[in-house]
């Protein structure tokens, strides 16, 4: 136990020193990497912050909301960073939708974040397409640097009623999924 402990001391301070980038093994994106000094010292995943940030959003219709006023309101917000130009963010999409309405009533809220898009694209897409969730644009990728960076689309982030990142999902979310997940969090 202590030859593992000072093991473990010894390559956290070797990553500090050195800087060296360490693989961190995903089993949907083994491409994925993060120096353990950052998983550290954000006290999250994959640079994420364990909260959610104090973001002050403006939908698509130019409706100003705030994160933080969902997360009180509801018992979890999911956060779904997209493109028009994702094949997997646009498959994905009615499924949120769909899980959006079922449980919009039951304290869960659903916000899109249209990333490295712009919003004729965006606003073009949401003519076609039925989405009835707030959505906003990220052109400038300033909500994304927020949440430390999104570095894959889709990616989609769970936040419960304290304001805590609970879960982060990268990639496709299947609508079962999903469902699951949404379920399980609303039982805690």
């Not at 961190?24 to 120096?35: A, G, K, N």
């Not at 769970?158 to 969090?185: M, S, T």
Request: glycine share 8%.
């Amino acid at each position: 136990m202590v030859v593992v402990g000072g093991f473990l001391v010894g390559a956290v301070l070797f990553a500090q020193v050195a800087g060296p980038v360490h693989r961190i093994m995903d089993p949907l994106q083994f491409e994925s990497f993060v120096s353990i000094k950052q998983l550290f010292t954000t006290g999250g995943i994959y640079g994420v912050p364990a909260k959610a940030p104090d973001l002050a959003i403006t939908t698509i219709e130019g409706k100003p909301f705030k994160l933080h006023e969902l997360t009180g309101q509801n018992q979890l917000v999911i956060v779904n960073f997209w493109a028009t130009w994702c094949r997997p963010c646009i498959e994905e999409m009615p499924d949120m939708e769909k899980v959006h309405l079922a449980y919009q009533d039951k304290g869960v809220a659903f916000v899109g974040i249209a990333a490295q898009d712009n919003a004729w694209k965006v606003k073009e897409f949401l003519a076609q397409h039925k989405v009835t969730y707030r959505i906003a644009v990220d052109d400038q990728n300033e909500i994304a640097n927020a949440f430390g960076g999104i570095k894959a689309l889709p990616t989609t982030l769970f936040i419960d009623r304290e304001n805590n990142i609970v879960k982060y999902h990268r990639g496709y979310l299947a609508g079962n999924e999903l469902e699951k997940n949404v379920r399980k969090l609303l039982t805690k």
